[in-house]
């Protein structure tokens, strides 16, 4: 079975420093990676996904992510950010059944 | 317009009362979902549908259960809602994008609350 950890519960950064969102997953077969964000009151929106190929995985609003297939991770950053990232952030693996296991989400607070 | 759209939006409702949440999408994916979301667990899978015909149970389907009107309506009821399913719920579709990887889409949710 597949499972999906998320390191941190809130990450409070400055504005315009660099984030990183960790994200660890664990399959024993191959998967398919995803990062969602949800702004306050609004749906789950994709950042990025990995399928195969480069590990580095760029998305959108300045967004990238980094698979490492021997650390089982897929962690997210940005080098700068804005108060408009404030949001709740989730990973996500995905199998060939389609099937989506989601992490439990980190929220981002991002300080003046 | 939304593609994939939840009605209500927000719902308080009493224990022990029948309530039913509607999703409706207009991206003619076969695929349709619905998830609970609860602070600090993430996103849990109630029930999802392939098609009209296939209904399939989610890790957490007690309590719930589902009709599948057409290809583009999925509702999501309560037969008899409590406390504890007070949450957000939100409806999904999926398309594939490439091989066997499919691409969920998300309506906006719904805010139920059970007093």
């Known amino acids: 079975a597949q499972s999906v950890t998320q390191l941190d519960s809130q990450v409070p950064v400055f504005e315009e420093a660099p984030v990183e969102l960790r994200c660890n997953y664990s399959?024993?077969?191959?998967?398919?990676l995803f990062w969602y964000v949800q702004y306050p009151n609004q749906g789950l929106q994709l950042l990025l996904k990995?399928?195969?190929?480069?590990?580095l995985v760029k998305g959108i609003n300045g967004f990238e992510a980094e698979f490492n297939k021997s650390q089982t991770s897929f962690h997210l950053r940005k080098p700068s950010v804005h108060i408009s990232d404030t949001a709740e952030y989730f990973c996500?693996?995905?199998?060939?059944?389609?099937?989506?296991?989601f992490g439990k989400g980190t929220r981002l607070h991002i300080l003046p | 317009d939304a593609d994939v759209t939840q009605t209500p939006r927000n719902r308080i409702t009493k224990t022990g009362k029948r309530i039913m949440l509607e999703c409706s999408q207009t991206?003619?994916?076969?695929?349709m979902y619905w998830y609970r979301q609860d602070p600090g667990l993430g996103l849990r899978l109630i029930y999802y549908s392939f098609d009209v015909k296939d209904i399939n149970k989610g890790e957490i389907s007690d309590g719930y259960s589902v009709s599948r009107q057409a290809q583009a309506k999925f509702s999501l009821s309560l037969e008899s809602a409590i406390p504890n399913q007070t949450a957000l719920y939100f409806c999904?579709?999926?398309?594939?994008?490439?091989?066997?990887?499919?691409?969920?889409?998300f309506g906006p949710g719904t805010r139920l609350t059970v007093t």
């Open positions: 996500a693996v995905s199998v060939r059944d389609d099937k989506i296991i």
């Open positions: 399959s024993s077969v191959s998967v398919y």
């Open positions: 999904a579709t999926s398309d594939v994008v490439a091989g066997d990887l499919y691409e969920q889409y």
């Open positions: 991206k003619g994916h076969d695929r």
């Open positions: 990995y399928l195969s190929g480069s590990t």
